[in-house]
């Protein structure tokens, strides 16, 4: 079974333009979130979907937004970029099967906003 | 407020040992933990979880313990081999998707 996939790996933004990331979530999984990386605030939630509904969202402004298809790929864009935008944006997608939760990280795509 | 924390930054094991990571958290609410193994600019790869309900969970030469009492869990790695050299995340997550996750803890495995 294929895994996480997420597109671009990597992206180079300037100040003030926007950006569209892909998620591909493994087969089968329908809930997809996001997660920002950055060597000062390490790991942090964005958002969650789940059946194109978002059931969760993090601290973080408007400027980060997302979507989920119904064939469970989801989008997450980010409008007026700032330099501390830059980071590893990662998107998971998760399972229970026999009462173990697992979720599954995509390699990430890596933004430089300069 | 930090709910997940990984208080030792990092730890050097010799090959062959075993090696312990800790991680403790405040939020009572979390329904189960996970534990997660990652390289630089790469996505955090899924070793091991464990529901709040159980107290231990191996797979292989990884073993999570949870003591809901102390709020503490710890992954244990045994034999522990150069290849296990990363960082190493621990994460909680309530009854949604949403994972919060500690700081990380570097380990580093020698010969």
């Known amino acids: 079974k294929a895994g996480v996939t997420q597109t671009p790996r990597y992206l180079i933004k300037t100040r003030g333009q926007q950006v569209t990331l892909s998620c591909s979530p493994i087969s089968g999984h329908r809930s997809v979130s996001w997660y920002q990386q950055t060597p000062g605030q390490g790991l942090q939630f964005l958002f969650e979907?789940?059946?194109?509904?978002?059931?969760n969202k993090g601290n973080f402004p408007g400027r980060f937004s997302g979507r989920q298809f119904s064939n469970s790929r989801s989008e997450m864009n980010v409008s007026t970029l700032e330099l501390g935008d830059s980071a590893l944006y990662l998107c998971?997608?998760?399972?229970?099967?026999?009462?173990?939760?697992?979720?599954?990280f995509g390699p990430g795509t890596r933004l430089t906003v300069t | 407020d930090q709910q997940v924390k990984q208080n030792s930054p990092s730890l050097s094991v010799q090959e062959g040992r075993i090696s312990i990571l800790n991680c403790d958290y405040t939020?009572?609410?979390?329904?189960?933990f996970l534990w997660y193994k990652k390289y630089p600019a790469e996505g955090p790869t899924f070793l091991i979880s464990i529901s709040s309900i159980k107290d231990k969970n191996e797979d292989g030469r990884f073993t999570v313990f949870l003591n809901k009492s102390a709020k503490h869990l710890s992954l244990h790695i045994v034999p522990s081999q150069p290849g296990d050299s990363a960082v190493y995340f621990c994460?909680?997550?309530?009854?949604?998707?949403?994972?919060?996750f500690g700081t990380g803890t570097r380990l580093q495995v020698f010969p």
């Open positions: 994460a909680g997550g309530d009854n949604t998707d949403k994972l919060i």
């Open positions: 998971a997608s998760s399972s229970t099967s026999g009462g173990v939760y697992e979720q599954y």
């Open positions: 979907y789940f059946s194109e509904t978002q059931r």
């Open positions: 939020n009572s609410m979390f329904d189960y």
